[in-house]
C-alpha cells in the first residue's frame, strides 16, 4: 500500500508540474479587477459534484467530506500556521503557494475516494491550475520573478499531493470499510427487527466502529435511552407519525408530502451546497472558507459516528424503543400503552432505512450543519438545495432549511418526533466541540 501511494504522489506531483509549466506559458491574462479565485470554495464545489455524480449514499459521504476536508485544511494550515492543525503536523516548505496545495491536496483525495472519477477529476485539477496562471504572470516585472513564482506553485502541489496521501493512509484503516457480523436486533417488543420491503440486516455498521476525527470516543456525546413504551411521551410519538408519515390518507400537506423525499436526500450535499453560496454571497475569506467546511464536514462525520455508535448499542438492547413505525403502528397492540392503536395496513410515506429507529441519522446531521453556520453567519441567507429526481428548493433562513429537514422524517413516516428533537441536539452539542476544540487559533499565527 505503502508503495502505491508513493507511487501516487510521484504521479500527481510531475502532472502537476507539466501543467503548471504549460498553462503559465498560454494561459490567458485575468481581466482587469476580476474577483480572484478561491479555490477551497472551488474544490468544495467539485466535491459536491462528484458526489452526485457518484450517487453516494449519504452513510457514507460525511466521512468522505472530512477526509477531503482535513486534506485541504492542512494543506493550507501547513503554510499559514494560523491554526492547530487536524492530523498533519509537519511544517510545510518555505515558500509553497498556498492554493497551489488546496489544489493538489483536494485533487489527490478526491481520487483516492473516488477511483472512477479520476477523469473528471484530472480535467477539474487542470482547469484550477489554469486560473492559477496569473500568480506567474510577470506583469512587467522580470522573469526571475516569474520563475520564482513557478518554484512556489510547484511546491505548492508537492505539499498538497503530500498531506492528502498521509491523510488518506490515516483515514484507510479507520474501521469503516471493515467487515462485521450482520446485525439484527431482536423480536422483543419495542426492539428494531428488520423493516419492509427488504428486511435487510442493519446497514453502514462501519459507521459504528469508525475512528473519529476529533471527538475523543463515539461515546463522548452519546443520547439518553430512548422513551419507554408505555410513556405519555411514547403515544404523543406514536399517534404523530400513525397521522402525518402514512403513506395514504394522512394528514400531511401537499409541501410537506414534497418535502419528505427531497430531505431524504444526501445530507452531505444539501449542507455543503448551503454553506458554499452563503460562504460566497459573504465574501469569505480562504482562510476562513477553509476552516468553516473543515468544522462542518468533520462535525458531520462524528456526529454519523456518534448516532450510528449509539443506535448499534440501544438496538442490541431488547428493553430499549428502537422498533420503526413501520413495525411500531401494526404490533401497537402489543405495546402495553393503551394510548396506541394497532393499524396492520400502515405504511410509510418512505420506506424506511435498514437501522434502529433511535437515535435519528438525518436529524442529527442537520442539527450539527446548521449548527456550524449559524457560529458563522446570521440566520437569514438565501440558498438552494437540489436533490435528485425533485425539484429543487431555496431557501432564505439556515433554521427553516434545519426544520424542513427534521420533520421531513416524521412526514415520511420514519421516525418518532422526540427521537428527531433528541438526535438534532446530539449533531449541534457536537458540532460545538468540534468549533471550540479543534482547529483553535495559534498565538502569532500568520
Not at 482535513?70 to 500556521?81: L, M
Not at 482547469?127 to 522580470?142: I, N, P, R, T, V
Request: charged residues 15%.
Amino acid at each position: 500500500m505503502k508503495r502505491n501511494s508513493c507511487r501516487m504522489t510521484v504521479a500527481v506531483f510531475l502532472v502537476g508540474l507539466a501543467l503548471v509549466s504549460s498553462l503559465v506559458e498560454t494561459a490567458p491574462k485575468p481581466s482587469e479587477g476580476s474577483a480572484p479565485v478561491n479555490q477551497v470554495l472551488e474544490w468544495n464545489q467539485i466535491f459536491i459534484d462528484t458526489l452526485i455524480a457518484t450517487n453516494t449514499a449519504n452513510s457514507s459521504s460525511q466521512r468522505l467530506g472530512a477526509i477531503v476536508h482535513t486534506a485541504i485544511f492542512d494543506a493550507y494550515n501547513g503554510i499559514q500556521q494560523r491554526y492547530t492543525p487536524i492530523f498533519v503536523h509537519n511544517r510545510a516548505p518555505d515558500g509553497a503557494s498556498r492554493r497551489a496545495a488546496v489544489i493538489a491536496a483536494a485533487y489527490t483525495a478526491l481520487v483516492g475516494l473516488f477511483p472512477s472519477q479520476q477523469s473528471a477529476l484530472d480535467d477539474n485539477y487542470a482547469a484550477s491550475l489554469a486560473a492559477l496562471s496569473d500568480e506567474c504572470e510577470d506583469g512587467g516585472q522580470s522573469s526571475r520573478r516569474s520563475t520564482s513564482c513557478m518554484r512556489r506553485v510547484e511546491h505548492g502541489i508537492a505539499w498538497g499531493t503530500e498531506v492528502a496521501q498521509l491523510v488518506l493512509a490515516w483515514r484507510a484503516t479507520d474501521g469503516f470499510s471493515a467487515s462485521y457480523p450482520p446485525f439484527t436486533g431482536g423480536t422483543a417488543v419495542g426492539q428494531w427487527r428488520p423493516t419492509p420491503p427488504a428486511f435487510g440486516a442493519m446497514s453502514a455498521q462501519g459507521l459504528a466502529f469508525s475512528t473519529m476525527f476529533v471527538l475523543a470516543s463515539n461515546t463522548q456525546f452519546e443520547p439518553g435511552p430512548p422513551r419507554g413504551l408505555t410513556s405519555d411521551t411514547y403515544a404523543d410519538d406514536f399517534n404523530a407519525v400513525k397521522a402525518l408519515g402514512r403513506r395514504t390518507g394522512s394528514t400531511r400537506t401537499a409541501d410537506q408530502t414534497a418535502l419528505a423525499p427531497f430531505w431524504e436526500g444526501n445530507a452531505s450535499v444539501h449542507w455543503n451546497q448551503a454553506a458554499n453560496q452563503i460562504a460566497h454571497a459573504n465574501h469569505l475569506s480562504m482562510s476562513d472558507s477553509n476552516r468553516m467546511l473543515a468544522v462542518l464536514n468533520i462535525a458531520m462525520a462524528d456526529t454519523a459516528f456518534t448516532t450510528w455508535s449509539a443506535k448499534r448499542f440501544y438496538g442490541a438492547v431488547p428493553l430499549e424503543v428502537t422498533w420503526r413505525p413501520v413495525t411500531s403502528i401494526p404490533l401497537a397492540d402489543t405495546d402495553g400503552n393503551p394510548n396506541t392503536t394497532a393499524d396492520p395496513d400502515w405504511l410509510p410515506l418512505i420506506n424506511t432505512p435498514s437501522h434502529p429507529e433511535y437515535p435519528a441519522g438525518h436529524p442529527s446531521l442537520n442539527g450539527a450543519a446548521a449548527t456550524v453556520l449559524l457560529s458563522h453567519f446570521r440566520r437569514r441567507q438565501t440558498f438552494t438545495l437540489t436533490t435528485t429526481g425533485q425539484p429543487s428548493r431555496t431557501y432564505s433562513s439556515i433554521a427553516q432549511a434545519r426544520s424542513d429537514g427534521n420533520n421531513a422524517r416524521v412526514w415520511g413516516g420514519m421516525h418518532f418526533p422526540s427521537t428527531v428533537d433528541i438526535s438534532d441536539a446530539v449533531g449541534e452539542a457536537i458540532a460545538n466541540y468540534v468549533n471550540r476544540n479543534s482547529m483553535q487559533r495559534l498565538r502569532g499565527g500568520r
